[in-house]
């Protein structure tokens, strides 16, 4: 396995695509414009410079990382001859399952399709192709480049080749694969999102602020981020996409989402993508010092 695709060049998928190049694949990164694959590729770019600032990697490995990236607009043409596609588009059920369609009928059919979904099913993608066999969850953590866990989710359908193939592939990136079974959120959300959404409900209800909430769980528990900081960082838009999920998938009580988390996101107000979460990113340098915190 050798020639990878990675579809989105947002926050996950230009991590994946990073890692995956870092790693000697041949990469072929595909999004919908060409901005948006010149901005993933300047964040690429800007992260190999941290890596090279603090010798975690030389000039000439940061060059050639970027030489093993190519770039598409169009799905058809970027995933020709790969053996991999990993999908890492917005957190979307009906855009994931027609992306998928798109992909059954322009790979090969022996390419993998794998998605790095944090909470939708993958037995539901896997039905809009022609080879569930053959399709897996890889949910990456963020930063991609820094974390190593992928949590490796099975569909109903899919083989014990295509999981032992990806637990391999997963361990020669360097990473900790963790097999999960397929149930709304997995294990990593699972048990995060609703300790964000706790820490809301906290906040909601005026028990403490936002600094005190983060100190707490920081110096207490000694998170490298506060609940709230990290909802920021992970997008409070992603968060309530997962809740939702999740809500819908368990009919529980616990999974539904503050009314708090609900309003901030119908506002806007996203977290650092939009310039203000629960915490104010105005500043570009803010910004920047919350993104490039797990990069140290």
Known sequence: MKNIAVIGAGTMGNGIAH?????????????ISEAFLKKGLATIAKNLDRMVAKETITESKK??????ISTFTSIIEGVKHVDLVVEAATENVDLKLNIFKQLDEACAKETILATNTSSISITQIAAAT???KQVIGMHFMNPVPIMLLVEIIRGYSTSDAVTKTIMHLSEALGKTPVEVNDYPGFVANRILMPMINESIETLYNGVAGVQEIDTVMKLGMA???GPLQLADFIGLDVCLSILNVMYDGFKNPKYAPCPLLVNMVRAGKLGVKSGEGFYDYSESRKAEHVSSQFLK
């Open 19 to 31: 890692t995956f190049a870092q790693s000697g694949f041949n990469v072929n990164l595909i999004d």
């Open 63 to 68: 060059e050639e990382t970027l030489q093993n």
């Open 223 to 225: 998170h490298p981020m």
């Open 130 to 132: 022609s080879r569930p």
